[in-house]
């Protein structure tokens, strides 16, 4: 009965074969599988485990270092480190957070802010957490790199501005690039967190001066700790650049505007190279170094008389009465100045109004309407010139157009003409608009850049420079080409100016420092000292209106002073901000600068004699009274 049981319980041979084919397949699948992961995926698989052992690290290039035109170093670089979040790393960052916020003296909502920054960014890519770290956060993320591996410390190199604002707004700032530069095209080839210039020499400069950025491979342990360095790719440190700044002018620029709102531009009419640039209120740009705090920022935005302004390239003002040296230059060149002869009591009636000067000078000629800045000469010939022969002389010196300096942001300022008001506000021009525009109010606008090349221009017989803040050779020919069609401008050129009316010009500017309106302000021994002083007001020059006002009412004061009086080795502009009469207020600060540039180059003049090296020819020019030959 049991062996009976016992073959009724026996596979039947179907079944049996049937069984061994489906083991057979499942083993044969089991091996193609473990064939195709140990030998047919061993090289990927290896490379991924690479990578999970070793990191990439960027190591960032150093910026160029920035120096004056001897070589003296005004923008300079300090070791920093930073704190970097690894996304790949995160266990639980939630739980992480409150750690990190007290480990680094953040709030939790502060990282949570920057995470949400960097939401869209790749996830291998690491996310600044914090800048320039101190010693405490240092030690804070080495004590917890078990607890904490998607922390780690990057070495930079930040930079180090000159303290107290000095020449800011020429050397500009950096700061990390933001979304909105991202979609430019000119950063191209930038990415997110990159360290970018923002404004000034920074930002025209950028290209040569950021460098390429380097890496380094490291292998780290699976809590993300560096064990050995595999290999580095070196960043390559950016070009050093030399402007044409002087320190010693820019020194005496700085602390001749130190309390004031206004700017002083000091440059050499003979190649356009800027020999100093202050403007006035000032910003710290190494608070832009590092990310920018909120109460800086505030203090920024709250102060009326806007800290980031570059006052020199970007205030567009009424002239004044400096104005009045383009106003003789259209007048003589016209063949109408010449011949002129003003009684002036006091002001005088054009067009059924009265316009009123601040003194009575008696009878004018151009010769002495220069230094005395009589404003009855200068309406009379406005009427005789008209608005549109004044606007030609005015384009011609580069009056309301950019001066292509090689800068972000140049203002273009204002050249009233019929066509000008026609086309921005639609209306005709009136007969009686030029005689405030005869004395450099009305619509007019200048900057303190457009006014120093202008009138060093006519000092220099009507050669025009092309402003720059570079020394030549510094950049390559294409990138400087790059950068004049970047920054478009009026550029070099001369204007047609005879020797008669340019010698009547100068000699009638040095006047102003003997008999006219700056001399009882500023006395130079020995220096051939030339310039014209004025005196806008902020509220329309009309009947009676010959007070300063008071407050943000008081007038801009302006001087625009030259050495020598012909062909001049330097010019300066200075603008102060409702300070009054500009002989009063801006003469003796352009004389500081002047004093400066002279003592240093008699100096100069005099080691090179005691060396008996052959004379140089500027220094004496300056000096001597005329330039020789004249």
């Known amino acids: 009965m049991e062996s009976v049981q016992a073959r009724d319980e026996k596979l039947s041979p179907a079944k049996l074969h049937a069984s061994q084919y489906i083991v057979a397949l499942v083993l044969a699948i089991l091996f193609a599988g473990l064939w195709r992961l140990q030998v047919l995926g061993a090289n990927n698989y290896k490379v991924l485990a690479e990578q999970n052992r070793i990191r990439k690290v960027l190591v960032m290039a150093p910026r160029g270092k920035i120096f004056d035109r001897e070589g003296r170093i005004l923008v300079d670089n300090y070791p920093s480190v930073s704190c970097n979040l690894l996304r790949e790393q995160i266990k639980n960052l939630d739980a992480d957070l409150p750690m ?32 320039d770290i101190t010693a405490d956060e240092q030690a804070f993320i080495e ?3 078990n607890e904490l591996p998607e922390l780690e410390t990057q070495d930079k190199q930040r ?33 997110a967190g990159d360290v970018v210039g923002k404004s000034g020499v920074e930002e025209t400069y950028d290209a040569i001066l950021r460098g390429k950025d380097g890496s380094r491979d490291v292998i780290v342990d699976s809590h993300g700790k560096e064990l ?32 004031k709102t206004g700017a002083i531009v000091a440059m050499d009419p003979h190649t356009g190279e800027i020999l100093a640039m202050a403007s006035r209120p ?14 800086y920022w505030n203090q920024i ?31 003589l060149e016209e063949g109408v100045a010449q011949t002129m002869h003003v009684m002036c009591n006091g002001g005088g009636i054009f067009y059924g109004r009265f316009f009123a000067c601040d003194s009575h000078h008696g009878m004018m000629d151009i010769e002495h309407a220069i230094p005395k800045s009589c404003d ?44 000008w008001k026609m086309k921005t506000q639609h209306q005709p021009w009136y007969a009686g608009e030029v ?20 009138i060093g221009g006519i000092a220099s017989g009507g050669a025009l420079k092309r402003p720059r803040v570079i020394l030549p050779g510094q950049v390559s020919t294409e990138m400087q080409s790059a950068v004049d069609e970047s920054y478009p401008g009026s550029g070099d050129k001369t204007i047609p100016l005879t020797t008669a009316n340019w010698q009547l010009m100068t000699d009638a500017m040095a006047e102003t420092f003997i008999s006219g309106t700056a001399a009882q302000y500023v006395h130079l021994t020995g220096i051939d000292l030339a310039g014209k002083t004025g005196t806008a007001q902020v509220v329309n020059h009309s009947a009676g209106a010959t007070s300063l006002g008071k407050g943000n009412e008081r007038a801009n004061a302006w001087f625009v002073g030259m050495v020598p009086r012909r062909n001049p080795d330097i010019v300066v502009a200075v603008l102060v901000e409702h300070g009054g009469w500009g002989g009063e207020a801006s003469a003796p600060a352009a004389a500081q600068v002047l004093t400066t540039y002279v003592n240093k180059h008699r100096q100069k003049e005099n080691n090179i004699r005691v060396a008996g090296t052959p004379e140089p020819a500027k220094p004496s020019e300056m000096v001597s009274g005329l330039p020789s030959g004249q």
């Open 100 to 131: 990190i916020a007290a480990g680094l003296h953040l709030s939790v909502e502060q990282i949570q802010s920057t995470l949400r920054r960097y939401q869209a960014a790749p996830k291998y890519q690491p996310i600044p957490l914090k800048q």
């Open 143 to 145: 004590a917890h790199r």
């Open 228 to 259: 050995s360095n595999l290999g580095y790719e070196l960043a390559v440190p950016g070009h050093d650049i030399r402007l044409t700044i002087d320190l010693d002018v820019q020194r005496a620029a700085e602390q001749a505007l130190e309390g």
């Open 435 to 454: 005689i405030s525009v005869g004395i450099g109010q009305g619509a007019l606008q200048v900057t303190p850049l457009q006014l120093a090349r202008a």
């Open 376 to 419: 009855t000469f200068y309406y009379t010939l406005a009427e005789k010139l008209g608005i549109d022969t004044i606007a030609k002389y005015g384009n011609e010196v580069g009056i309301g157009v950019k001066t292509g300096i090689d800068l972000p942001d140049e203002a273009t300022g204002i050249m009233p003409s019929q066509q």
């Open 301 to 331: 935005l709250s102060n009326p008389d806007h800290p980031l302004l570059n006052n020199a390239i970007q205030a567009q003002l009424a002239p004044g009465s400096t104005f009045k040296i383009i106003m003789s230059l259209a007048g």
């Open 159 to 191: 930079r180090r501005y000159p303290t107290d604002g000095f020449a800011a707004h020429l050397i500009g700032y950096v700061g990390e690039i933001s979304e909105n530069d991202l979609n430019q095209s000119k950063y191209d080839l930038y990415s």
């Open 282 to 295: 000032t910003f710290d740009p190494n608070q832009f170094a590092v990310p920018l705090t909120k109460s």
